[in-house]
C-alpha cells in the first residue's frame, strides 16, 4: 500500500460545478497537509496548507482533513475553466525540513 | 510571496552529455532544499535533500555519483546529471521552505524539463 493514494481521474466538469478531490494516507505520523496545483510543464503551486483536522477555507477552495479516518480533501467552488489542471495532495511530518509525500495527482478538466 | 527559480526550463542533449539544473530561492533563505522527479502522469518522487553546507542525501535507489548535488549557498542549490542517458529523460523539479518562516509550507521552481537523446 502505498503512503499516499489519490484517484488520477480525469475528472471533467462543466463550469460552476462543485469539484470535491481527495487522497487517503496511511501514516497516521502525518501532521500537516497541502494541497497543489500544477499546470502542464510547469511546478507545483500551493492552494491550500492545514495542519489540524477540519475545515479551512480561502476563497473557492476548501481544505478538509479528517486525521481519524486518514482522508483529506479539496473542494473547489464555481469551477472555472482556469481551474483545470492537475491536483496533487501532499503531506508531512514535520512542519519544516523533510520533503513532502505526494499523491499522484488529479487531472481535473473543467469546460466552460 | 516566497519565490523559487530553477533553470534551465527545458534541455534537449546527446546521450553522454552532463547537465546543471540550478534552483534559487530569491527573496529567502534555505538551509534544504529537495529535489524531486517527475515522470509523466506519476507524483513527484524525492530524489535528495540538499543540505547548504553539507552533503546532500540521497533516497533509495538514486545514485549519488549518478545525480551530484551542490549546496553552496543558502540560496543556491544546483543538480547535475552526469553522463546523461534517455532513461534520465523526466521533469525535475526542485523547492525549498524558508528557514526564517517555519510555519510555511515548501515553495516549488517551475521545474526543468529534461530530454537526452
Known amino acids: 500500500q502505498k503512503e499516499v493514494e489519490q484517484d488520477p481521474g480525469p475528472l471533467s466538469v462543466p463550469e460552476g460545478a462543485i469539484v470535491s478531490l481527495n487522497c487517503t494516507y496511511s501514516?497516521?505520523?502525518?501532521?500537516?497537509f497541502m494541497w497543489y496545483r500544477q499546470y502542464s510543464r510547469k511546478g507545483p503551486e500551493l492552494l491550500m496548507y492545514?495542519?489540524?483536522?477540519g475545515n479551512k477555507e480561502d476563497g473557492r477552495f476548501t481544505a478538509q482533513v479528517d486525521k481519524s479516518s486518514k482522508y483529506i480533501s479539496l473542494f473547489i467552488r464555481d469551477s472555472q475553466p482556469s481551474d483545470s489542471a492537475t491536483y496533487l495532495c501532499?503531506?508531512?511530518?514535520?512542519?519544516?525540513?523533510?520533503?513532502?509525500?505526494f499523491g499522484k495527482g488529479t487531472t481535473l478538466s473543467v469546460s466552460s | 510571496g516566497a519565490v523559487v527559480s530553477q533553470h534551465p526550463s527545458r534541455v534537449i542533449c546527446k546521450s553522454g552529455t552532463s547537465v546543471k539544473i540550478e534552483c534559487r530561492s530569491l527573496?529567502?533563505?534555505?538551509?534544504?532544499m529537495f529535489w524531486y522527479r517527475q515522470f509523466p502522469k506519476q507524483s513527484l518522487m524525492l530524489m535528495a535533500t540538499?543540505?547548504?553546507?553539507?552533503?546532500?542525501?540521497?533516497e533509495q535507489g538514486v545514485e549519488k555519483d549518478k545525480f551530484l548535488i551542490n549546496h553552496a549557498s543558502l540560496t543556491l542549490s544546483t543538480l547535475t546529471v552526469t553522463s546523461a542517458h534517455p532513461e534520465d529523460s523526466s521533469f525535475y523539479i526542485c523547492?525549498?521552505?524558508?528557514?526564517?518562516?517555519?510555519?510555511?509550507?515548501?515553495?516549488f521552481g517551475d521545474g526543468t524539463r529534461l530530454s537526452i537523446l
Open positions: 523547492s525549498a521552505q524558508d528557514q526564517g518562516s517555519s510555519n510555511q509550507p515548501q515553495h
Open positions: 501514516n497516521s505520523a502525518f501532521q500537516y
Open positions: 492545514t495542519y489540524s483536522s
Open positions: 501532499a503531506m508531512s511530518v514535520y512542519q519544516a525540513g523533510t520533503a513532502l509525500i
Open positions: 527573496d529567502f533563505q534555505a538551509t534544504t
Open positions: 540538499s543540505n547548504e553546507g553539507s552533503k546532500a542525501t540521497y
